[in-house]
Nanobody
Framework: QLQLVESGGGLVQPGGSLRLSCTAS????????VGWFRQAPGKEREGVSC????????KYADSVWGRFTISRGNDRNTVYLHLNLLEPDDTAVYYC????????????????????WGQGTQVTVSS
């Protein structure tokens, strides 16, 4: 069974940091491009970042550029999203997703490109 599990969410003050993890079971995440998405209350899900299978290519939405960093773990089965300088507008459920293609392609990830999804982890930025 192919499964993605996110972890690392929580409550953080504005200006703080978190590291989200996305771990795969049933397949090797290192063979897939991986995207992170988020959905805030009352809003549509939006693409945040993508990393290619090799890790050589990364993409970021304008809203997070310079503050978030996507990376791969050495185990080839984990992808991280480092969230820095967090703002209240970053509050959302964050999802990771994988697609059966090694490249990111789009400038920001698009939902229809991804086949496998995790259940999400809540990030709340509040003082």
């Amino acid at each position: 069974q192919l499964q993605l599990v996110e972890s690392g969410g929580g409550l953080v003050q504005p200006g703080g940091s978190l590291r989200l993890s996305c771990t795969a079971s049933g397949f090797t995440l290192g063979d897939y491009a991986v995207g992170w998405f988020r959905q805030a209350p009352g809003k549509e899900r939006e693409g945040v970042s993508c990393i290619s299978a090799s890790g050589a290519d990364t993409k970021y939405a304008d809203s997070v550029w310079g503050r978030f960093t996507i990376s791969r773990g050495n185990d080839r089965n984990t992808v991280y999203l480092h969230l820095n300088l967090l703002e209240p507008d970053d509050t959302a459920v964050y999802y990771c997703a994988a697609k059966a293609f090694r490249l990111c392609v789009s400038s920001t990830p698009k939902e229809f490109e991804y086949e496998y999804w995790g259940q999400g982890t809540q990030v709340t930025v509040s003082s």
